[in-house]
């Protein structure tokens, strides 16, 4: 049976695990919002009882939290492989934006929920004080690019990531998968016009 990392695994009835359950529940709550969506809702979306999802789950929230911590997870995983990175922070933020697009193809279903997630509970504000946390790593990123020449000084850094990531969280709206790009392609072409315009061009040698 799938399980999530620190959860403790559950018998279910033949045929239904944690992971199936919560994929379905992620398209209800996408399709529907998670206020909008009931355990009744997904009771019948599945063909099961409520008492039967409740031997995977205790609440519907705890369904929040383990896909809200599935594409933070992702996330923070490719911020901790860019702390790895030597050289300059213009090529970390850069392998931080590449990583970040391939989580959300990956993830997609996960990720636009997080994205989604407005802070009405206790599961939505600990999501959004993590985004946070992304945010002021990509922030500090673009920070130390600027401190070493690397990025345009004209515009605040704060805004650069909002900007950035806001071209990479946009994909949510529109990407889907088996069309068009493939998500290397995808992670290419985001890079490409990010950082095309937001690297300063090599200054002429001093006479």
């Known amino acids: 049976m799938t399980t999530t990392p620190?959860?403790?695994?559950?018998?279910?009835?033949?045929g239904y695990d944690l992971e199936s359950l919560l994929q379905v529940a992620v398209r209800l709550f996408n399709e529907r919002g998670?206020?909008?969506?009931?355990m009744e809702d997904l009771s019948r979306k599945l063909g099961i009882t409520k008492s039967a999802i409740y031997h995977h789950v205790p609440s519907k929230q705890e369904l929040l939290r383990l896909?809200?911590?599935?594409?933070?997870?992702?996330?923070f995983a490719v911020a901790a492989e860019t702390e790895g990175i030597e050289g300059r922070a213009i090529d970390r933020l850069e392998?931080?934006?590449?990583?970040?697009?391939?989580?959300?193809v990956e993830?997609?279903?996960?990720v636009t929920l997080l994205l989604r997630v407005r802070g009405n509970t206790?599961?939505?504000?600990?999501a959004l004080a993590r985004r946070r946390e992304f945010d002021r790593?990509?922030?500090e990123l673009v920070k130390q690019a600027e401190t070493?020449?690397?990025v345009r000084p004209d515009i605040d850094p704060a805004v650069t990531s909002r900007l950035l990531f806001g071209m990479v969280n946009s994909l949510t709206e529109w990407y889907r998968p088996r069309r068009g790009s493939s998500p290397a392609e995808l992670a290419e072409a985001v890079s490409k016009i990010a950082f095309d315009g937001l690297r300063l061009p090599p200054q002429p040698a001093s006479a």
Do not use: M, N
């Open 137 to 139: 790593i990509v922030t």
């Open 67 to 75: 896909a809200v911590d599935r594409a933070l997870g992702g996330l």
């Open 107 to 110: 993830q997609l279903p996960f």
């Open 34 to 38: 998670y206020d909008g969506t009931s």
């Open 148 to 150: 070493e020449g690397d």
């Open 122 to 126: 206790k599961v939505e504000r600990a």
């Open 6 to 14: 620190g959860s403790p695994a559950r018998r279910g009835r033949p």
């Open 95 to 104: 392998h931080l934006v590449r990583g970040s697009v391939l989580v959300l």
